[in-house]
């Protein structure tokens, strides 16, 4: 296992849209383990491929409940809106509030190709939706209201 190198925002591959996962060799489960450690060194609660330079459709996200392996994932229903405080490890030292559908349901494959589906709200509703748009090279800062600059949000993510 590596940690690997997180792009920082100003880096064209964050903004350019990942490919799907086609092969679920044993390379993907090595690309899997790397991105857990890397999220889990740098703090983060998801991590998405393009964020190490990797243009393949793959999160890994841990809210607290474990971690879950997300690959070629869609959202398939949202519902609701709700306004959160958003980070990424990918724009360090920033914050902004953004509001979001609060629950959502995703599609998607695990490491062998296994299709399941999954629901979220609260934190893992917003780290699902936030880690799949970075594999369509969208980041939080394209939707924020503002940026935030208080020390004291109560819910927040960093992904
Ligand atoms: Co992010």
């Known amino acids: 296992m ?49 964020q190490i330079g990797l243009m393949r459709r ?33 724009v360090p030292g920033r914050r902004g509030y953004v509001i979001r559908p609060e629950k959502v349901k995703v599609r998607a494959q695990d490491k062998k190709g296994h299709f399941f589906e999954l629901e979220g709200e609260g934190l893992l509703g917003r780290a699902l939706q936030h880690e799949i748009d970075h594999l369509n090279g969208v980041l939080y800062v394209d939707l924020m209201e503002h940026e935030v600059f208080d020390e004291e949000e109560a819910e927040e993510v960093e992904a």
């Open 2 to 50: 590596s940690t690997k190198r997180i792009l920082t925002i100003g880096e064209p591959l964050l903004r350019t849209a990942s490919h799907p996962v086609k092969k679920f060799d044993a390379r993907l489960s090595m690309i899997l383990r790397d991105m857990a450690q890397t999220m889990y060194d740098a703090e983060g609660v998801g991590l998405a491929a393009p």
């Open 58 to 90: 793959i999160v890994v996200i841990d809210v607290g409940d474990g971690l879950v392996e997300l690959i070629n994932p869609e959202i398939i229903d949202s519902q609701g809106e709700c306004a959160m405080v958003e980070g990424c490890l990918s």
